[in-house]
Nanobody, 127 residues
Framework: QVQLVESGGGLVQAGGSLRLSCAASGRTSSRQNMAWFRQAPGKEREFVARITWSGGSTYYADSVKGRFTISRDTAKNTVYLQMNSLKPEDTAVYYC????????????????????WGQGTQVTVSS
């Protein structure tokens, strides 16, 4: 089993920045490929970014490319999402997710391919 705990959400003005953290624990947590998803009220949960277990490869949704950066500290078993130039449409609950599989590019964004989820952290961007 893998446990994921997110933190770092909050209220920020448009154009501002936030950094989310996801602390992973469990026997196989260090070998998980980690992702961030988000879900706005009334909308489907959507993919934001993914990083491989080694930290060597990242993949982003087009909507956040160039503004968000996913990274991981393998020593701390923690994944980060640095969010810059935030927009009101980035408002959502952000979830950390983990999968032992690498997946093809086409499959990375599917929430059904992730085995473990955190409880979520709210990000609100005011205009």
């Amino acid at each position: 089993q893998v446990q994921l705990v997110e933190s770092g959400g909050g209220l920020v003005q448009a154009g501002g920045s936030l950094r989310l953290s996801c602390a992973a624990s469990g026997r196989t947590s260090s070998r998980q490929n980690m992702a961030w998803f988000r879900q706005a009220p009334g909308k489907e949960r959507e993919f934001v970014a993914r990083i491989t277990w080694s930290g060597g490869s990242t993949y982003y949704a087009d909507s956040v490319k160039g503004r968000f950066t996913i990274s991981r500290d393998t020593a701390k078993n923690t994944v980060y999402l640095q969010m810059n130039s935030l927009k009101p449409e980035d408002t959502a609950v952000y979830y950390c997710a983990a999968s032992p599989n690498l997946w093809t590019i086409a499959s990375i964004p599917s929430r059904y391919n992730y085995n473990y989820w955190g409880q979520g952290t709210q990000v609100t961007v005011s205009s």
